[in-house]
């Protein structure tokens, strides 16, 4: 049988054998703090003595070790092996009205039998354990049972044990019928097909039923059943959850979360992959995909929102749920204060909040189907297109390059008339240098305008090109140029680039002045804040050009807004981040 059945099957017996409070001890057994103690005091002392008790006329509490254990004024609540000095027990006792606890006005009186169980934890030195969660895990001794021959492995003896406590005996082992029904919706959700089940039932082998399990494991159901569990735990929907809750294209996460689970994908690379998948070294496709779990929280883009407290809220869920799916533990109670009863603080919550307030997306989503940053998923077949594509584009363009080089450009000494255009030629204004008058400024990140020669750097035509490094975003521009660019219609922009594979930007943006500058066009990812995306004064015109080649970028002036007639004085290089050379 495979292991991860295994595990899961042994989890639940452990908790069920080790979780809540049992019956009062018998005389000389062992009282066992967490399982027979605490329960009682939080059922019945907590409402006065536990960590929300804020009105209560006493400093003693009972949730923490410390507090249970103080000098109260020259006594004791509990006085470790005397239970008739320890005011506790005392208190618990008493039959005077006044001094009873709990006070008879509360409608409650603890049972002699929870009454018994204080007094022998307290004779007994009134060990004072953690909550068992936090405890380490340690493998108990086998029980000793009287009936040896019925456990077949480890589990049975523990559960026998308490069966023969009980004064019980097993019940028989089920039919096959049963068992295979059982199996089935435990591990698929689904029940056993009927010729499942006469497969099964014609196996008299000695290990059918563990290889009906394996079937049930190996089937691709088994993680669409165990996944539903984790994906509540993830909050994983298809719409945004508020606001006018749009469709959200998700699933690809959803999926991955299936996969990982019918490959019994190890716990820490499960881990990793979904909380920081994009931080490995060279993440693949799935790891991006499985990052989808920080992309699963509410999202809203409501009129009035402040994208600040939006941004606040994402990260506190974001926080939160990474203790409950992960930690098990309600950390979201310490964004206000230190937590009640788990040992969370309110300043460790935003230790971990921390590590979440740098997502990539923005906090308004613009009710979109696939709100930014995104990822493309082709399928296999569209995949083998895609880089079939690739291979005739590259040639293409590498035709287009030799033929835009052996072009000797001259700059035209002739004048258009006002709103007209020469006809189809190409007029070269930076090259070598910039037009005369050009007032060269940057924007103070560290960007100066310097031209390389091609010694130092790649020159397309003519002897130099300006390469820019910066770390975030950076321009630099020039204003003022004599000889104007005039404008006429129909007319194309362009210029070259080369990005350096090595160190790419994150987006590149040309600007044009003819007195303002809000003419723009950008290729790349949407970083750069300039303009309205979408206008004329921020124009998206696609993805990143290919890298380590230069590549001539087109921007037909009526799509940045430049009307025929207008002359362009200034022209602005913009990148965020990388090393480019224009």
């Not at 500058?517 to 998206?540: M, N, Q, V």
Request: include cysteine.
């Amino acid at each position: 049988m495979q292991a991860r059945f295994l595990l899961l099957a042994v989890a639940g017996v452990l908790w069920s054998y080790h979780g809540g409070p049992i019956s009062a001890n018998g005389a000389g057994e062992t009282v066992d703090f967490n399982r027979d103690v605490r329960p009682i005091f939080v059922n019945n002392c907590f409402k006065c003595h536990g960590p929300g008790a804020h009105n209560a006329q006493t400093d003693f509490r009972l949730y923490k070790r410390e507090k249970a254990f103080l000098d109260l004024g020259g006594y004791k609540a509990i006085v470790p092996g005397k239970p008739e000095k320890s005011r506790l027990y005392q208190r618990i006792t008493a039959e005077d009205k006044s001094e009873r606890m709990p006070p008879p006005d509360s409608g409650s009186r603890l049972p002699k039998g929870q009454i018994e169980t204080i007094r022998q934890w307290i004779e007994q030195g009134a060990e004072w354990e953690r909550h068992w969660a936090f405890q380490p895990i340690e493998r108990p001794e086998l029980p000793e049972v009287e009936n040896e021959a019925w456990p077949k492995n480890g589990i049975d003896y523990f559960v026998l044990d308490r069966l023969e406590e009980e004064g019980l005996s097993p019940s028989k082992e089920a039919d096959k019928r049963t068992l295979i029904r059982r199996a089935s919706l435990d591990l698929t959700g689904l029940p056993a097909k009927p010729d499942e089940v006469d497969e099964f039932l014609a196996d008299s082998s000695p290990d059918a039923y563990e290889n009906v399990v394996d079937r049930f494991l190996d089937s691709p159901h088994y993680g669409e059943h165990m996944a539903r569990s984790w994906l509540d735990a993830a909050r994983y929907a298809d719409t945004h959850g508020m606001h006018f809750d749009n469709k959200r294209s998700i699933w690809p996460y959803r999926d991955w979360v299936i996969e990982a689970f019918n490959e019994n994908m190890p716990f820490d690379k499960f881990t990793i992959d979904q909380l920081a998948g994009d931080l490995r070294e060279n993440p693949t496709r799935e790891q991006l995909v499985a990052t989808g779990f920080n992309r699963a929280n509410i999202t809203s883009n409501e009129g009035g929102s402040i994208p600040k407290e939006l941004w606040t809220r994402y990260t506190i869920d974001r926080t939160s749920t990474m203790g409950t799916a992960w930690l098990g533990l309600t950390v979201g109670c310490a964004q206000c204060h230190n937590h009640k009863y788990d040992p969370i603080k309110q300043k460790e919550f935003y230790e971990l909040y921390s590590f979440f307030y740098n997502m990539a997306d923005k906090p308004l989503d613009g009710n979109a189907y696939l709100p930014p940053p995104t990822l493309q998923l082709p399928s296999d077949k569209q995949e083998k297109q895609l880089q079939e594509y690739d291979k005739q584009i590259a040639a293409v363009r590498e035709l287009i390059d030799k033929k835009v080089a052996a072009i000797d450009y001259q700059p035209s000494k002739q004048k258009a008339k006002k709103g007209e255009s020469k006809g189809r030629q190409a007029f070269v204004w930076i090259d070598d240098q910039l037009p005369e008058g050009a007032n060269v400024k940057s924007d103070g990140n560290g960007t100066d305008w310097h031209f390389v020669s091609k010694s130092e750097g790649p020159v397309l035509s003519g002897e130099k090109a300006v390469t820019i490094t910066t770390e975030k975003q950076g321009q630099f521009y020039f204003t003022g140029a004599k000889q104007k660019l005039q404008v006429g219609k129909g007319d194309t922009l362009f210029g070259h680039v080369r990005i350096d594979p090595e160190n790419p930007p994150k987006e590149i943006l040309l600007q044009f002045n003819d007195g303002g500058w809000e003419h723009r066009a950008a290729w790349g990812e949407d970083r750069i804040d300039y303009g309205k995306k979408g206008t004329s004064s921020r124009r998206l015109m696609g993805e990143l050009p290919e890298a380590g080649k230069w590549i001539r970028l087109e921007i037909p002036v009526q799509k940045v807004g430049l009307e025929p007639g207008s002359q362009i004085q200034g022209w602005a290089f913009t990148q965020y981040g990388g090393t480019v050379s224009w």
